[in-house]
Structures are given as C-alpha cells and as structure tokens.
C-alpha cells in the first residue's frame, strides 16, 4: 500500500486538492492518504515518517476532507436541527452556546431556525430539517404536540412525548427561592406576571408559584395577576401588564415577573408612573440574562444555568443518535436566586397606609 517516500509536483495554484493530487504528490495511494487523515483502523501499519509526510502536505495544500464522502463512508450527515421562538433573544442565545460549544467539540455542525412562536412553522421547519438529514433535534422553548421520527431533546421541554428527552429547570424549587426571598423581606400583597400558553415553561411555573405560594400563607388574587400576550422578546413584554396592575388602583409591594425581559419593561413602567424600584415596588425577574446584573437596577432574579442546560441537551442528543446509552426522559436541572438591587423591604409608609 505504501510506496517511495519520494514528493512528486505540487499542485497547480488554485487547483482543488483531492485525494488523488495529494497521492501523486506524495507518491502513495489515495487509500493509504484516507487512513492517515481519518485515523481510521490499521493506520499504525503506516510508517511514522509517511504519516507526518500526509498530514504536512494536507496542511500545505489546505486539503479538506470531502463532507460528502465522509458522510456516505460512515451513513452520517453530522449535523443537527436546532429550533428557536427567536435567534435575537438573549435566553436561546445562551442555551445555544451551550449547544455549540458541545456539538464543536463532537464534530458535528447545526442548522438553526427560529419559528417566532408560530404553530405552522413549529410544524414545517423540522420536516425540512430532515430533508436536510439532520440527525437528531433540539428545541428551546418550544411547545411540541407530537415525537420525530428521530432523537430529539427539548430544553424546557414539560410534555411527556415518546422519543422526545426534556431537560428542564425545577420549577418548585424556583418558586419557593422566589417566595421564600419577598416573605423574609416582609412582602405580603405580591403581584404575579403569568406567562403565555406560547411559552414551553408557562404552565408549570404557575402552578408550582400557586403551591409555594399557598404553603407560604400568600394570597395569589385575581385583581393581582396579570397575564403576558405580546410575542415578542423586548421589554415591551412586561411594560403593558405592569401598566395594567397600576391602573387598577390596587395595593402591592411586589411584583414577581415571568422572566428577565418582563422585568425591565415593568420597572420602566412603574418609574414612568412615579413608583421607585425597589423602594414602593420590588421587582423579581427570571432567568438571570446577561443584562440582568447591568440594567438600573440590577434585578433579582432566579438564574438558569442557559449554558449547562444547552451543554446537556447537545450531549444527551448525541448520546441518544450514536445509541452510546439510555437516556433519561426527564434530565432535571436546578435554579439559583441571584439576589441584585430590584427587591428590598417594603416602604413603612405603604404599609401604614394598608393597616390603616
């Protein structure tokens, strides 16, 4: 299989370098180039010396392996389906670094798209993945009705789908680091931000904020919840709602909002209606993004680990489509409360006014 040692002409500038120009470079069989560059099974029968030759006139020339033929050798395309409600948003950006740091180191590449919450597309964009034969799915909040036809693993994924791993925050634990903060402040006459049935995390943070909220003693009152229904991922999410509450003339020192995002707008709004943030309200948000420490004030909140959350979605996937293990249907991931300068006691003076 191996022959001279000799180097042959190089190739002409700007010649595609293939497998059959670097043997008649090297003077050795493109078979024999193919197991040096892959590392394939029998390479350490190929001599030390003809093996440095390869990988030095492969990085000479800038040869790059053909995808396709890598992919028909080995019936793999390598690549994987990402979708996401928004690429703008800062909670998939920092779940997708996860995946692509995970997916970088494997090998494999990924094709994103960003369905803006809408049922048709949620639908259409993964059956156009597979004409693309991605090997596997991950999906970032977004609500499923129904499996794939191959692996696929949901970060903030609640449904129980056949097929489908979850990996998920722990929603109760949320909500009592949440509540257990506002009680010990002395917070009693709490507001709630609901989020919308467009979010994959929605239902199951609002039951778990009504059971802890119950066993803390706190009344969650109508005239007190207020519901998200912009689509949108810019603090205008939060800024409506949060001017809904105030025009009901209703009392509250605190305000708990779905998420990060939510925060901002409803702090704009309470100082565009001459309430201080934390002092006349304090505000908690969710998801700790990275503007979070940096906006005025910084906000409290309950920080998901987005990263570790996309690290383990992209290795579980990975692990599902090599077949390597079993894979959990739930992996279940922990929250932290991150406490900043949006929350502090309630004002006296508000407090006053309510016992009289």
């Known amino acids: ?109 990924y094709l994103t798209a960003s369905h803006r919450r809408k049922p048709d597309l949620i639908e259409e964009y993964p059956r156009m993945l597979m004409e693309r034969s991605v090997e596997g799915f991950i999906l970032i909040d977004t609500v499923l009705q129904h499996r794939f036809k191959i692996p696929a693993v949901a970060v903030a994924g609640h449904r129980e789908i056949p097929g489908i791993t979850n990996v998920v925050l722990d929603q109760r634990r949320a909500a009592e680091l949440t509540l257990r903060h506002l009680y010990q402040l002395g917070h009693r006459r709490i507001a709630f931000m609901r989020g919308g049935s467009h979010s994959s995390d929605a239902a199951d943070r609002w039951d778990c904020l009504k059971e ?56 704009r709004a309470f100082r565009d209606h001459g309430r201080r943030v934390p002092e006349d309200i304090s505000v908690v948000g969710f998801d700790d993004i990275q503007s979070a420490a940096f906006h005025n004030p910084s906000i409290t909140t309950i920080r998901q680990p987005l990263h570790q959350m996309g690290t383990i979605a992209a290795r579980a996937l990975l692990q599902r489509v090599r077949g390597e293990a079993a894979v959990p249907h739930m992996l279940p991931v922990l929250p932290e409360l991150v406490i900043r300068e949006s929350t502090c006691p309630p004002s006296e003076k508000l407090m006053r006014g309510r016992r009289n």
């Open 212 to 267: 802890l909220a119950k066993e803390f003693g706190i009344a969650v009152q109508p005239e007190l919840t207020v519901q998200l229904k912009l689509l949108v991922s810019t603090p205008e999410l939060g800024y409506g709602p949060a001017c809904e509450l105030l025009n009901r003339k209703v009392t509250f020192t605190a305000l708990v909002c779905y998420d990060d995002i939510a925060a901002i707008g409803a702090i």
């Open 1 to 109: 299989m191996v022959r001279k040692t000799k180097s042959g002409r190089e190739p002409k500038p700007g010649q595609p370098v293939s497998l059959r120009i670097l043997g008649e470079y090297l003077d050795l069989s493109p078979a024999t180039i193919s197991l040096v560059l892959n590392d394939a099974p029998g390479v350490r029968a190929i001599p030390q010396e003809t093996r440095d030759r390869v990988k030095t006139a492969a990085a000479k020339f800038d040869y790059r392996p053909s995808f396709y033929a890598r992919s028909l050798r080995k019936r793999q395309t390598f690549s994987i389906g990402v979708l996401v409600p928004e690429l703008s948003d800062s909670y998939s950006a920092q779940v997708l670094t996860g995946v692509e740091e995970s997916l970088i180191e494997e090998g494999y590449f």
